[in-house]
């Protein structure tokens, strides 16, 4: 059985930084692309970051574009999201999904956890 744990989320200030861990167990992780998404309260599940299984090539949001980084440690089943210069937009449950193939859309991808919230105050 597939199990994907977030961690890391918090309570911060506006311009600090946080690092979401995502832990993956049951599956062949070194096969698998990861990516992060989040959903804000009254919002639709949005993509943030992929990260493939292939190359480690990485994909992000605008909004992600040099302020989060998105990384694997295939030894260690393990995929991160780094975080900085936070905004209170930033405020979200952030979430691990796993699929075969990278896609903007949360609706296709396989396997999900459970989320992690991130509150940024300004």
């Known amino acids: 059985q597939v199990h994907l744990v977030e961690s890391g989320g918090g309570m911060l200030q506006a311009g600090g930084s946080l690092k979401l861990s995502c832990a993956a167990s049951g599956m062949p992780f070194s096969r698998y692309t990861f990516g992060w998404f989040r959903q804000a309260p009254g919002k639709e599940r949005e993509f943030v970051s992929a990260?493939?299984?292939?190359?480690?090539?990485?994909y992000y949001a605008d909004f992600a574009k040099g302020r989060f980084t998105i990384s694997r440690d295939n030894a260690k089943n393990t995929v991160y999201l780094q975080m900085n210069t936070l905004k209170p937009e930033d405020t979200a449950v952030y979430y691990c999904?796993?699929?075969?193939?990278?896609?903007?859309?949360?609706?296709?991808?396989?396997?999900w956890g459970q989320g992690t919230h991130v509150t940024v105050s300004s």
């Open positions: 999904a796993a699929n075969r193939l990278v896609d903007m859309s949360a609706g296709r991808w396989e396997f």
């Open positions: 990260i493939t299984w292939k190359d480690s090539s990485t």
